[in-house]
């Protein structure tokens, strides 16, 4: 029997927006409001607001925490500290990816923040790795998120914020706060490249924290999904289910600086730090159609008229206006500059490898 459809504690504000729903890793979710590359624009230019609480939640606490956790995942925890985070990546032995996350260190307890489609796999990967003493609880339908991204999140949070808390936090920290009545989690780790904060609250708690953000005199745009991953993919982050899978390892991904191969033991080492010795055939890469066309993922990447990569995600970017995406290339053609073609819908379509992120763009200010 396939399992139920899930949804969030705002599914009742997205259908009365008038979201189109689609089903996205098990949850029924809003993938556009008023449209994808509005809604898109209006995070570059002032702010959106996301409902992300699809994603799971995973808090690791008790004695021993934290040596567990640095064993298990791949960055190098230690130099994080309280109301801090990171991102890493728990892998199999073989080195592929099981997921990529953030881990955000609490006073009392780490929060692992994972993948919707990943979160039983991580829940059941970590219980494996961890400790008895270590415990290890899914909070996932517990804490709702939202993620309030463009240079304007601050007009949209500042009238509703209990305390300045939010607007000193520097990127990839995080605080507690109250909004909007709503005691919150507050963080600075955005998926969109834009500056902004994301709001974890509890359950119950999300529908008010919705209301409120969308009534304040700067509003943001409620945002789905679709624009999401167009953000995303001009940023050139990658996604599990695209670019990152059991298949690759965080070498191949071009994500060895989230490693701590010097020190690290974490499982799947020992062939990352091969990788990184010896090289790898293929590295994941970033590109621009200099020609008119949309890539995209399953595509064939085309070297000298021959099959030289695959791609992974594409899209036309609003930004831009030209097609972008990612793609696994044959290791001597990743570097920027170099000349490719996508094959789109049997056309040869000239690209170049480029530089990421493919917008200008800094969600640190």
């Known amino acids: 029997m396939a399992a139920a459809t899930q949804t969030t504690s705002l599914h009742d504000r997205h259908v009365a927006l008038g979201a ?15 449209g994808a590359r509005p809604e898109h624009l209006a995070v570059r230019g002032r702010a959106g607001l996301f409902d992300v609480s699809h994603m799971g939640q995973l808090e690791v606490s008790g004695p021993g925490a934290r040596e567990a956790l640095a064993a298990a995942l ?34 009392d307890r780490h929060l692992l923040v ?27 339908h517990e804490i709702a998120m939202l993620a309030l991204q463009g240079p304007r999140w601050a007009d949209a949070l500042r009238p509703l914020a209990g305390t300045p808390a939010a607007f000193g936090l520097g990127y990839f920290e995080i605080a507690e706060d109250v909004v909007a ?12 490249g834009e500056p902004g904060v994301e709001l974890m609250c509890p359950w119950d708690g999300a529908p008010e924290l919705w209301d409120a953000l969308l009534a304040a005199d700067a509003a ?9 991953d167009t953000l995303r993919l001009e940023m050139g982050y990658p996604l599990y289910g695209q670019e990152l899978s059991r298949d690759r390892t965080p070498i191949e991904a071009g994500l060895r600086w989230a490693c701590d191969l010097e020190g690290g ?24 159609l200099t020609e008119p066309g ?43 500059g ?28």
């Open 20 to 34: 189109r729903m689609g089903a996205f890793a098990g949850w029924d979710m809003p993938l556009y409001y008023a």
């Open 74 to 107: 791949t960055n190098d925890i230690s130099r994080v500290g309280p109301g801090q985070g990171q991102y890493t990546l728990l892998c199999d032995d073989d080195g592929g990816v099981i997921d990529d996350l953030i881990a955000y260190a609490l006073p």
């Open 114 to 140: 994972v993948n919707a489609a990943n979160t039983a796999a991580c829940h059941d990967r970590l219980a494996a790795l961890l400790p008895d003493a270590v415990e290890l609880a899914d909070r996932s």
């Open 181 to 192: 009545g709503v005691p919150c989690l507050i963080s600075r780790t955005g998926y969109t």
């Open 220 to 228: 943001p745009e409620p945002a789905g999904l679709v624009s999401r």
């Open 265 to 288: 033991r974490f499982p799947g080492a020992a062939r990352m730090r091969q990788q990184a010795e010896r090289g790898t055939p293929e590295r994941l890469v970033a590109f621009r």
């Open 294 to 336: 949309i890539p995209r993922a399953g595509q064939d990447v085309l070297h000298d008229g021959a099959p030289a990569g695959r791609v992974t995600s594409g899209t036309l970017s609003p930004t831009l206006g030209a097609g972008i995406g990612m793609a696994y290339v044959a290791a001597e053609l990743a570097a920027p």
């Open 338 to 365: 170099t000349e490719i073609a996508v094959d789109v819908r049997g056309k040869p379509k000239a690209a170049v490898v480029a530089r990421r992120p493919l917008v200008a763009t800094s969600p640190k200010e």
